[in-house]
T-cell receptor
Framework: AQSVTQPDIHITVSEGASLELRCNYS??????LFWYVQSPGQGLQLLLK??????LVQGIKGFEAEFKRSQSSFNLRKPSVHWSDAAEYFC????????????FGQGTRLTINP | DARVTQTPRHKVTEMGQEVTMRCQPI?????VFWYRQTMMQGLELLAY????????DSGMPKDRFSAEMPDATLATLKIQPSEPRDSAVYFC??????????????FGPGTRLTVL
């Protein structure tokens, strides 16, 4: 069965600093990987996804993520964060067999210091 | 701007009452998902439908929860009777089918349910 681990429950960075949010997955084959963002009181918005091909994927709002098969990781990065990036970030995985069933990590809450 | 809509956004009820949550998926999306989010369990898939037929409801407590799609524009999640442990945010998501699966899910704003 698929599983996702986000090791950091809460991260605080200063505005303008770089950001990396970690995500490790467990799946026997090539997974489909996603990052979602959830602002307070809102639903989840898809930031980016990886299905195949180039392992560095670009998303919305200046985010990118890199798929590393050898490390079973799909870390999210942003070179310079803005105060509006404060939110909760979820990594999710789906497999080919039942690709419609997303398994989410527990989330990482991002706080931005002015 | 196509969006998934959910009603009500907030619901406070007393234990034992019936609760009905509604979802309007994005037009043209044939797969609809129901999730529950709590602090303890995170995001859990309760059930999902394709072309209005239930494909998987293994995540849903069968004794009190039921999910239906009366038509392509409406999905409902009912809890009867409700219990305090059902307090959570319930999300609906929809997605277009591509091949064997759905690779993008678009989430609604959620229904925050409080059962007293």
């Amino acid at each position: 069965a698929q599983s996702v681990t986000q090791p950091d429950i809460h991260i605080t960075v200063s505005e303008g600093a770089s950001l990396e949010l970690r995500c490790n997955y467990s799946y026997g084959a090539t997974p489909y990987l996603f990052w979602y963002v959830q602002s307070p009181g809102q639903g989840l918005q898809l930031l980016l996804k990886y299905f195949s091909g180039d392992t560095l994927v670009q998303g919305i709002k200046g985010f990118e993520a890199e798929f590393k098969r050898s490390q079973s990781s799909f870390n999210l990065r942003k070179p310079s964060v803005h105060w509006s990036d404060a939110a909760e970030y979820f990594c999710a995985v789906a497999g080919i067999q039942g690709a419609q069933k997303l398994v989410f990590g527990q989330g990482t809450r991002l706080t931005i210091n002015p | 701007d196509a969006r998934v809509t959910q009603t009500p956004r907030h619901k406070v009820t007393e234990m034992g009452q019936e609760v009905t949550m509604r979802c309007q998926p994005i037009l043209g999306h044939n797969t609809v998902f129901w999730y529950r989010q709590t602090m303890m369990q995170g995001l859990e898939l309760l059930a999902y439908f394709r072309n209005r037929a239930p494909l998987d409801d293994s995540g849903m407590p069968k004794d009190r929860f039921s999910a239906e799609m009366p038509d392509a524009t409406l999905a409902t999640l009912k809890i009867q009777p409700s219990e305090p442990r059902d307090s959570a945010v319930y999300f609906c998501a929809s997605g277009p089918q591509r091949g064997a699966g759905v690779y993008e899910q678009f989430f609604g704003p959620g229904t925050r349910l409080t059962v007293l």
